[in-house]
């Protein structure tokens, strides 16, 4: 199945190699499921800030063929911090299945979205305020012999559901210009999501090559802050940063050391607790890629479709209309 999708994305999407315009034109926010969506909004909105901008309840047979899930009602709030968006989405019916507990942080299926701070020791102590769940064993601050990532501070944590989720903090010179221009705010945007992945050549063909994002950085991370930023021990990684022309970028975590990590489950579905989808927007979709599929999620028409490990992307033709 995953090489059809992937044979269709490529005959629809793969075009001249002199056009200008890139296959996806913007990274529009990050989906994860969540089981209890009163508790997830007051855990985003009251412990990082987020704002909540649309709240809505879909059922029907339009998404149960587009997420591959019989029977569903879901309930799907889309929340805002500085300009990039989440959507938490909660499956009403059927109920997936939680987190693994023994999920770990080379695992295939992890994913998180990395929220930028303007004060690494500052949001450090108001996760503590809250009792949030570590990850990591607390912020490292990755060694300057280190080029492309010395300096910057990272620390790993999870939301109430066992999602992983890590600040960042850039010393001056990393990150994206916007990340230091005097913000006052404590908790910034989203820089990124993470995703592990078992070969950085495969997922290249299908981010780079089929979708079009462009890889704006490389690094190898390795040493005891590496370590304890995973909590894997002897964690040595290989780093590629992609983006497209506008939203948060896409980050590959290759292991090359533990190698241990475990493959996504075959049968996961959109209602498991540890589904992640990055909603994707189309520069100049074909006629033939609208007709693919209708969607009224506020997605706009597009197409479901996953990478060589498992995680979920949605290609959208139109840019989302999120309805209050």
Known sequence: MRRLLLSILL??????????????????SVSLTVSDMEKAVDFYTRVLAFEKVADREVAGEDYERLLGVFGLRLRAVRLRLGNEYIELVQFLA?????????????????????????????????????????????????????????????????????????????????????WHEGNRNLFLGIDHTAIVVSDTAASLHFYRDVLGLRVVG????????????????GA???????????????????????????VSPPDTQADDLWYWQINLRAATPSPEFREL????????????????????????????????
């Open 94 to 178: 059927p109920r997936g299945r939680p987190f693994p507990v023994d999920s770990r942080s080379n695992d295939r299926w992890f994913q998180h979205i990395a929220i930028v701070v303007s004060d690494m020791r500052a949001a450090y102590s108001r996760l503590r305020s809250f009792k949030v769940e570590h990850a990591s064993s607390g912020p490292q601050r990755l060694p300057d012999w280190n080029t492309a990532a010395g300096g910057i501070e990272a620390f790993y944590f999870r939301d109430p559901d066992g999602h992983y989720l890590e600040v960042l903090a850039f010393p001056a010179g990393k990150g994206l210009a916007k």
């Open 236 to 262: 040595h990684l290989r780093i590629t940063s992609l983006r497209a022309a506008e939203g948060p970028g896409v980050e590959f975590l290759e292991y090359l050391a533990p190698r241990s990590g475990r």
């Open 11 to 28: 005959s629809l999407l793969v075009h001249d190699s002199n056009a200008v315009e890139p296959r996806v034109s913007a990274v529009d």
């Open 293 to 324: 599929h209708e969607s009224r999620l506020g997605w706009a028409s597009g197409l479901l479709t996953h990478d060589p490990d498992g995680h979920a992307s949605l290609l959208a033709v139109a840019a989302p209309q999120p309805r209050n």
């Open 218 to 233: 490389t690094s190898e991370n390795y040493g005891t802050e590496q370590e304890h930023l995973n909590n894997v021990f």
